[in-house]
């Protein structure tokens, strides 16, 4: 998928494999409600293999880039936590996710990776 904002155009996965599952990434407009009620930017749908993350805010406002990349490596831990983590991280799942989804986030914006439209890395 291909973003424009302030005149540049950015590039986002359609789809990543994590282990032995390759996870489709379907986009949408506004934040996701959770069964709680609650908004959320991103969810991870295990059974389908599927993750979906929100362009906009509840209030249909773009994101910055960065925050949907950063989503987007939050959602990828939860599945790697999962498989990994969880059992030693249980009462603070969301912290562990939030802070390796950040640091993640932090080398690709550092380093200027992106992903080409296909889906594959690109240092440029």
Same mark, same amino acid.
């Given at each position: ?6 005149? *540049? *155009? ?17 986009? /949408?407009? *506004? ?12 969810? /991870? ?15 249909? *406002? ?12 939050? =959602? ?17 799942? =969301? ?11 932090? /080398?690709?914006?550092? $380093? ?9 890395? $690109?240092?440029?």
């Amino acid at each position: 998928m291909e973003l424009i904002q302030d005149g *540049k *155009k950015f590039s986002l996965p359609d789809q990543l494999k994590i282990f032995d599952t390759v996870y489709r990434i379907d986009y /949408v407009d *506004k934040d996701i409600s959770a069964s709680t009620g609650e908004y959320s930017r991103g969810q /991870v749908h295990y059974i389908s293999g599927t993750m979906t993350l929100s362009l906009n805010d509840y209030l249909g *406002k773009a994101r910055p880039f960065s925050l949907i990349w950063r989503t987007l490596w939050h =959602e990828v831990m939860h599945v790697v936590s999962d498989a990994y983590a969880r059992k030693q991280f249980p009462s603070d799942h =969301e912290t562990l996710c939030n802070f390796l989804a950040t640091a993640i986030n932090s /080398v690709c914006l550092d $380093n200027k990776l992106h992903f080409d439209p296909d889906g594959k890395p $690109n240092l440029s």
